[in-house]
């Protein structure tokens, strides 16, 4: 939990998390700008509640994929050849069953 903290902690903003806050309380400290986001509420200092929330919400709205895919660190040649390998693997595959399809409609329409 806490490696997933410390990544988001570059793509949260200071309205997001609010510590003891109520919704009111909340809405009061962001004057006349709209936050966007995911915003969670920490009731009775319950942080670990709080961030439990918080990635439940982020993994629904697909954003804990998007910050996975970034890469923060160095990659070695033999990483990125493995990477490379996948991808190149998928797209393959994706071509196949173009073709698979596009053979299939073909049939179809032709009537045979």
């Keep these: 939990m806490n490696r997933?903290?410390?990544r988001l902690s570059s793509l949260t903003n200071p309205f997001l998390l609010h510590h003891g806050a109520t919704p009111s309380a909340a809405s009061s400290s962001?004057?006349?700008a709209q936050a966007r986001g995911i915003r969670v509420y920490v009731k009775d200092g319950n942080l670990e509640l709080a961030l439990g929330v918080m990635e439940r919400r982020l993994r629904g709205s697909g954003m804990e994929r998007l910050i996975k895919r970034r890469v923060?660190?160095?990659l070695k040649n033999t990483e990125k050849k493995v990477l490379a390998k996948k991808l190149l693997m998928l797209k393959v595959r994706s071509e196949?069953?173009?073709k698979k399809l596009r053979?299939?409609?073909?049939?179809k329409i032709r009537g045979m």
């Design 4 to 6: 997933l903290a410390q």
């Design 72 to 74: 923060d660190h160095h």
């Design 96 to 98: 196949d069953l173009g």
């Design 30 to 32: 962001i004057v006349g």
């Design 103 to 107: 053979t299939i409609l073909v049939k």
